[in-house]
């Protein structure tokens, strides 16, 4: 008997995309239904994509956003969610948290930072070994575990791009930490965070980077059982920092953020920043602006997405009822902590956010717009040392945020024959993200 109400069905269709009109989710909502109902629907549809990142490759795994399997998929989590209680991680909240720690150890007389993650943790967890060990007994209806039980019989590890691997990796690697911060408990951990599978731990007393591994590996042989879980001992993802041993330069990334606990004279002080992977990142988007700016002069549309790339961009919709759903994209947005510390950054990060702009100018040879002035600290939308330092934020949502009006206006600058007839405000801006090439 299929347990998955029309309701549901609809609450996840909006979800996935919330530019379709009511209607057409209406519409969609009852084809979905009928075809569950019916069980036309098959897990082994899925695309697989890979992908190249730091010479490694990885593969991916979706489905089609609104195809049956996948709203089975969103269903499923929702489901699993609810049955474990699963409150996923804030990473702005782990990271407001650790701001606010750091300072504090200045004064410690004794200290470990303890920065790790699994290799290649999506393709390392079996989801039979989740299902058997935690989900089968679970009070998940049996409607729920049978459709799942399909879903695995199809999908041998908790593989990256599915969301229900979100769901299910949560499950065992909550009873991880449970179990890691057991075995450390001795070593007084004062803070101990895990967004995903990257984790950071900080202790107030001594613990040797080999007494940890050998906790670490005890660990994941206890919780993980036969799967091929592993630490990541690579440079750049496992950091060890003790204030018996400390060098000048003390970095470590977390969660895309750059740390460097320094000591000069006995007396620590730090820099904070953004990971030189994320700067990278961010630089390439921005440079293909300017790439398209050197062969079009259009300045009009580069202003536009300067406009973008240098503010906190929050778009936000109603989901069901009052509940919003609220998404938040840009450099802004992803390191706002930082504008708190405008005085401490590193020289990296500092550089990155006057300075960028001006150095693509001159790469592509191109006339400074007259938006962009040579003064890196000038209080503007356009200049992203300003808009962190202030939070600077664009709102697209139809009560609160940016007019519908303004935005067609904003497109028509772009594209004068565009045309908002039968449009809703939500289609209008992810038209308006499209012609500006933002995603």
Known sequence: MLRMTRKQIWSVIRKLDYTLDDNTVETMTDDIYNKILSNIYDFSSYNCEIY????????????????????????LKKQIDNIFNIRYASRSKIMNRLFNTL???????????????????????????VYNEYVKQSLLKRNDKEILETYIQIFEFCYAGLCLSNGLTEIICREFDNHIMARLE??????????????LIITNS?????????????????????????????????????????????????????????????????????????????????????????KTNDMEKLRQRIKLYSSRVVIGRAIEGRNFDWLTKGVVANYNELRYRMDELSEETEVFLKKLYFHFLKKYN??????????????SIYNLYSSLSRNRTLVFEKSIGISENTIIKWIKKLDPTYSEWGKDYYRIVMDYLTILKIE
Do not use: W
């Open 52 to 75: 190249t990142q730091q010479n490694k490759k990885r593969k991916i795994y979706t489905y089609d956003k609104l195809s049956v399997e996948n709203v089975l998929c969103h269903y």
């Open 103 to 129: 300072p504090v150890m200045k004064n410690m007389n004794d200290f470990v930072i303890i920065r790790a993650d699994f290799k290649s943790f999506f393709d390392s967890v079996l989801s039979e070994h």
């Open 186 to 199: 001795k070593y007084g951990v004062f803070f101990y965070e895990r967004y995903v599978d990257d984790m």
């Open 206 to 294: 001594f613990l040797a980077q080999d007494k940890f591994m050998e906790i670490m590996d005890e660990t994941i042989i206890e919780v993980f059982g036969n799967c091929p879980v592993k630490i990541n001992i690579n440079a750049g993802k496992f950091s060890y920092i003790t204030k018996r041993n400390l060098a000048t330069d003390n970095r470590f990334n977390f969660l895309g953020y750059d740390f460097n606990m320094k000591q000069d004279t006995n007396k620590i002080y730090f820099e904070y920043g953004i990971a030189a992977k994320k700067i990278n990142k961010y630089a390439n988007i921005i440079e293909k602006a300017f790439q398209e700016y050197s």
């Open 366 to 379: 191109c006339k400074r717009p007259y938006f962009l002035t040579n003064k890196q600290n000038e209080e």
